[in-house]
C-alpha cells in the first residue's frame, strides 16, 4: 500500500467506525434476559459421545433455568481452537465454564484466563493436568466423569475372566499423551499383568477414530495372525476393529472389548461381533457438570471429584 | 499490478462484518475482544505470509500445518533439554526455513508440481514430528518463554506486535526489494522472467524457503501459547493460511495480490470465528458460513478483475 492508499484507509475505518458506533446505539440494550450463562465448551460435536452430554447438559439447563452455551473445535485434537472458542466465550460474559480438555495439559493456558476473568471451571471427563494447573494457580471448582483407570481395569478383568486368563491381546490406543486413553490403557495393563496367561503382544494409536482402528488393526492382524482378543481403548476404534475382522474373515474369533457403549457398540454385541464395552454415562456427566456450574454460581460448595458411574455392557445386559 | 480498489474491496468486507457483529452482540466491540481476535489471528497471519509469498509466484505450499508441527517439536524438545532460547530458536526457525527449502528445491530443480512436492513434505514433517516425540506432546516451558504469547507491551499482546513486525518486513521485501519483484514476475510469467537473465529456480527456491520461515515463526507463537510443542499441531493450517490469502484478493494463478489483502484476509477468518463464537452459534454452522465466506469473497473478487478488464 502507497501512503495515500494508507491515507484513504485510515479515512474508511474512522467513517465506518462513526457510521456503525451511531447505528449502534440502541442495539446494545438487548443483551438479553438476566438468566445466567454457563458455558459448556466440549472437544468436539461430531462424536456421539459429547452429543449425549450435551443432551443431559441441556436438560439440567432448562430444569434450572440457566442458559446453557455450547461450543465445540471442529476436530477432538484441536486444542489450540478450543483455547480460542473459550477466550471467545469469556468475552461475553459468562457465570461459569464447563470443559472437556482437549489437551490434559495445552488448556491450561486457557484456564488461566478464565481464572483471571473470574469464572469458575468445572471439568468434565478429561482431567487437566494437575501439576500444569497448579504452577499456572488454576483451580478449577471441581471434576465431574468416570474413572478411566477403574473402566480400564473393568474390562481387563472381564478379558481374564471369559478367557480363562489365556489370550493374546492387541490394543488399540488414543491419541498418545492423552490422560483419557492413556487411563484406560494403565488400568487395563495392570488389571491383566497378574495373569501370566495374557500376552500384549501388539499396542498402537488409533488416535480415537474409527478409520484409523480399521487400518491399524488389519495392519496388526498382519504381524501377528495368532492375535485373539482386541481392546479398544474407545468403541469408535473398536467398530473399525470389527470391520478389519471381517474383511479378515474372522468375525467371531477375536474379541473386541471397547470403551463408551456407543449405539454402534451396543448393536454389535447384540449381534455377537463385539464381545463387552465399557459403559460411560456422558449424558449423565453433562448434567452434573451443569448442576455443579449452577451451585459454584449460587456460591453453594461442591466436592472436588464427582464420580460418575461405569458399567460393563455385555451380551448379557445389553439394551 | 496492485489494484488499490480490490484491497479496499476486501477491508470493506472487513469493516462491515465488525458492523453487523458490532449490532449483533454487546461484547464484539470492546478493546478486550478486538485484542483477543488479533491475537488469536497472529499465528494463521503468519503462515498466510509464506502462503502469499508462494502463491504470489504461482505455488502453492500445503506443508505449512505440516512444517509448524515439526518446527514446534523441535523448539518444545530443545528448550525441555535445558538450551536456552538463544539456541532453540534459531535451531526450530533453521529447521523450518530448510523444510521450505527442500519444498523449493524440489520444485525448482526437481521440475516437480507445488502441489505434489509439498503434499509429500506435509506428510513428511508430518512423521518426522511424530517419530521424534514419539507421538507424545513436549509441555511446560519457562515463563520467560512464554512471554512470546502471554506477554504485553502496554495493553497489546505480544502476537501482535510480532505479528506486525513480521508483515512490515516482509511487506518491505515483496514491495522494495527486488526478490520481492520477482516473486510477482515469476508468477506473472516464469517463462518471460527467466529469459530475462532473472535465476528463477533460485528465487523459487527461496520463495519456499520464507515460507518454512513463516510456519516456524508461527509455531514458536503456539508453542508458547499452548505451553506445549504438539506433534499433532497445525492440521488444516494449509487451508487456513489459503483462505485468508485467496479473501485477500490474491490470485492463485499467481503474479497479482499484497500482503495487506492478506492480513485482512486472516483477520476477516478471525473475526468471523469470533463473532460465530460470541453468538452462540453452531459450530456446524460456523463452518457452513466461513466456507461460504471464502467462497463469497473470491467470487466477488473475480467479478471485479472481470470488470476492471473490459
Known amino acids: 500500500m502507497t501512503w495515500n492508499d494508507m491515507k484513504k484507509t485510515i479515512a474508511l475505518v474512522l467513517t465506518a467506525a462513526a457510521l456503525s458506533a451511531s447505528c449502534n446505539r440502541g442495539a446494545t440494550g438487548n443483551a438479553g434476559t438476566s438468566k445466567p450463562t454457563v458455558a459448556l465448551v466440549l472437544k468436539t460435536l461430531n462424536h456421539p459421545f459429547f452429543v449425549d452430554m450435551r443432551r443431559g447438559a441441556q436438560e439440567a439447563a432448562d430444569r434450572l433455568g440457566v442458559t446453557l452455551q455450547v461450543q465445540a473445535a471442529e476436530r477432538e485434537i484441536d486444542v489450540e481452537k478450543q483455547m480460542q472458542i473459550v477466550e471467545n466465550m469469556i468475552q461475553t460474559g459468562i457465570q461459569a465454564l464447563c470443559i472437556t480438555p482437549s489437551g490434559s495439559r495445552e488448556i491450561v493456558s486457557a484456564l488461566v484466563k478464565a481464572k483471571d476473568a473470574k469464572v469458575p471451571i468445572v471439568v468434565v471427563d478429561t482431567r ?21 483407570y477403574e473402566g480400564g481395569k473393568l474390562a481387563g478383568e472381564y478379558l481374564i475372566r471369559v478367557t480363562g486368563g489365556k489370550a493374546r491381546v492387541g490394543i488399540l490406543e488414543g491419541i498418545p499423551g492423552h490422560e483419557t486413553g492413556d487411563s484406560r490403557m494403565r488400568g487395563f495393563r495392570d488389571a491383566v499383568k497378574g495373569s501370566p496367561g495374557i500376552t500384549i503382544v501388539a499396542s498402537q494409536p488409533a488416535n480415537w477414530e474409527r478409520d484409523q482402528g480399521f487400518n491399524v488393526f488389519q495392519n496388526m492382524l498382519q504381524a501377528h495372525q495368532d492375535i485373539d482378543s482386541v481392546f479398544a481403548c474407545s468403541d469408535l476404534m473398536a467398530l473399525g476393529a470389527i470391520e478389519a475382522i471381517a474383511a479378515a474373515g474372522k468375525t467371531g474369533r477375536i474379541r473386541v472389548i471397547g470403551f463408551d457403549a456407543l449405539d ?16 460411560q454415562f456422558p449424558s449423565e456427566m453433562g448434567r452434573a457438570a451443569v448442576e455443579s456450574a449452577v451451585k459454584v454460581i449460587r456460591g453453594e460448595t461442591v466436592p472436588p471429584d464427582i464420580k460418575v458411574k461405569l458399567e460393563l455392557v455385555t451380551k448379557d445386559n445389553v439394551k | 499490478m ?8 476486501t477491508l470493506i ?21 478486538l485484542l483477543n481476535v488479533a491475537e488469536q489471528t497472529s499465528i494463521n497471519a503468519i503462515v498466510a505470509v509464506g502462503m502469499t509469498f508462494v502463491i504470489l509466484s504461482g505455488g502453492i505450499d500445503l506443508s505449512v500445518g505440516s512444517i509448524v508441527a515439526l518446527s514446534g517439536v523441535v523448539l518444545g524438545t530443545s528448550l525441555q533439554a535445558g538450551h536456552s532460547l538463544a539456541v532453540a530458536l534459531p535451531l526450530s526457525l533453521a529447521v523450518g526455513l530448510l523444510c521450505g527449502l527442500a519444498n523449493g528445491a524440489l520444485v525448482s530443480w526437481g521440475g516437480l508440481p507445488p502441489f505434489i512436492v509439498t503434499l509429500g513434505t506435509m506428510s513428511i514433517a508430518r512423521g518426522a514430528a511424530l517419530l521424534f516425540t514419539e507421538g507424545r506432546p513436549v509441555s511446560g516451558f519457562d515463563p520467560s518463554f512464554r512471554v512470546l ?22 511487506h518491505f521485501v515483496l514491495a522494495r526489494t527486488t526478490f520481492g519483484r520477482y516473486v510477482y514476475a515469476i508468477g506473472g510469467n516464469e517463462e518471460a522472467t527467466r529469459l530475462s537473465g532473472v535465476s528463477v529456480r533460485f528465487h523459487k527456491t527461496m520463495i519456499y524457503g520464507v515460507s518454512g520461515l513463516m510456519s516456524a515463526l508461527a509455531a514458536v507463537i503456539l508453542t508458547a501459547r499452548l505451553n506445549s510443542a504438539q506433534p499433532i499441531a497445525g492440521m488444516m493450517y494449509e487451508l487456513d493460511a489459503i483462505a485468508a490469502t485467496v479473501i485477500g484478493g490474491t490470485s492463485l494463478m499467481g503474479g497479482d495480490g499484497t500482503l495487506a489483502g492478506t492480513l485482512v484476509g486472516a483477520l476477516i477468518m478471525g473475526v468471523l470465528r469470533n463473532g460465530l463464537n460470541l453468538l452462540g452459534v453452531s459450530s456446524f454452522l460456523q463452518q457452513i458460513v ?17 470488470k476492471n478488464r473490459t
Open chain 1, 128 to 148: 487437566v493436568d494437575a501439576k500444569a494447573a497448579a504452577d499456572a494457580g488454576v483451580r478449577p471448582e471441581t471434576f465431574v466423569g468416570s474413572d478411566n
Open chain 1, 264 to 279: 454402534d457398540a451396543k448393536k454389535a454385541i447384540a449381534a455377537g461381533t463385539m464381545e463387552a464395552s465399557v459403559a
Open chain 2, 2 to 9: 496492485i489494484v488499490p480498489a480490490r484491497q479496499f474491496g
Open chain 2, 13 to 33: 468486507g472487513l469493516l462491515a462484518l465488525c458492523a453487523i457483529l458490532w449490532i449483533l452482540t454487546p461484547h464484539f466491540m470492546s478493546v478486550s475482544n
Open chain 2, 149 to 170: 504469547a502471554t506477554g504485553r507491551v502496554g495493553f497489546i499482546p505480544a502476537p501482535v506486535i510480532e505479528t506486525t513486525v513480521v508483515y512490515a518486513a516482509a
Open chain 2, 290 to 306: 466461513i466456507g461460504a465466506v471464502i467462497v463469497v469473497a473470491v467470487l466477488i473478487d473475480t467479478v471485479l478483475k472481470r
